[in-house]
C-alpha cells in the first residue's frame, strides 16, 4: 500500500498562474483533508471532504477550490497564486469518527 | 469554531531529562486528542492519541493526559534522546467529529 501520495512534490508558479494538486489514497478512507503549513503557523485546514462528491471548507479557504469526484482522490486548485500561498501543503485521509489521519509527504510550492 | 492552543512554542531540554507540551482546547464537546511528531522535512506522524472517556494513555516513554474539566491535555516525553528532537502537534477533533484543529506546534531539541 502506497498509503497518501502527493503530486507534485514540488512546484514554482508565477503570481496570476493556476494548478491543482493531487492527492491520492488506496486505504479506503471517507474522509479527506488539505492543509498549508508555514513557519510557526502549525498545520492549517484549507477544506476537506467527508465523502465523495461532498467539500466544506475549513480555517483558511480562501483562494483556494477542491474537487472530490472519486473516493481515492482529493484535489486542490488554486485558480490564481498569489505570494501569500507559498507554503507547504499536506493532504490527509482518515476513516470516519476519532481516527487518527495518514499525510502525504507534502507539496512545497513557491510562487513568485 | 474549535480553537487549540499549545505552549511552549520552544522547548529545550538536556537529553535524559522530562519534556512536556501543553495544550488547551476551547469547545468542551470535543472527544479526541491526537499528538503528532514532525521530523524536519518529513510528514506529520501520529505518536499518541487520547480519547474523552480515558485520563491517561502510556505507550513507553511517552504519556498523554487529558482534564477534560479545564479543557487541557498534556504530552509528556521521560529520558529524552536525541531522536525525539521534532516539532510535536496537538490538536482536537471537531464536535461534529469531521475534522482536526492542530495548535501551532511545539519545536523540541
Known amino acids: 500500500n502506497a498509503g497518501v501520495t502527493q503530486t507534485p512534490k514540488f512546484r514554482v508558479l508565477k503570481t496570476g498562474q493556476s494548478m491543482t494538486l493531487l492527492c491520492a489514497q488506496d486505504?479506503?478512507?471517507?474522509?479527506m483533508y488539505w492543509y498549508r503549513q508555514d513557519p510557526g503557523m502549525g498545520l492549517r485546514l484549507i477544506h476537506y471532504?467527508?465523502?465523495?462528491?461532498?467539500?466544506a471548507k475549513g480555517e483558511v479557504p480562501d483562494g483556494y477550490n477542491v474537487s472530490r469526484l472519486k473516493k481515492q482522490n482529493f484535489l486542490l486548485g488554486l485558480e490564481s497564486a498569489a505570494p501569500s500561498q507559498t507554503s507547504v501543503y499536506f493532504c490527509a485521509s482518515t476513516p470516519p469518527g476519532s481516527q487518527p489521519q495518514h499525510f502525504g509527504d507534502g507539496t512545497r510550492l513557491s510562487i513568485l | 469554531g474549535e480553537n487549540v492552543e499549545q505552549h511552549p512554542s520552544t522547548l529545550s531540554v538536556q537529553e535524559g531529562d522530562s519534556a512536556v507540551i501543553k495544550c488547551t482546547y476551547s469547545d468542551s464537546a470535543s472527544n479526541y486528542f491526537p499528538w503528532y511528531k514532525q521530523e524536519l522535512g518529513k510528514r506529520p506522524q501520529l505518536i499518541i492519541d487520547?480519547?474523552?472517556?480515558?485520563g491517561e494513555k502510556k505507550d513507553q516513554r511517552i504519556a498523554v493526559t487529558l482534564n477534560k474539566t479545564a479543557k487541557h491535555f498534556s504530552l509528556h516525553i521521560t529520558e529524552t534522546q536525541p531522536e525525539d528532537s521534532a516539532v510535536y502537534f496537538c490538536?482536537?477533533?471537531?464536535?461534529?467529529?469531521?475534522?482536526?484543529?492542530f495548535g501551532k506546534g511545539t519545536t523540541l531539541s
Open positions: 471532504s467527508v465523502g465523495e462528491g461532498t467539500t
Open positions: 490538536a482536537a477533533i471537531t464536535p461534529a467529529g469531521t475534522a482536526l484543529i
Open positions: 487520547i480519547r474523552s472517556n480515558v
Open positions: 486505504m479506503n478512507h471517507e474522509y
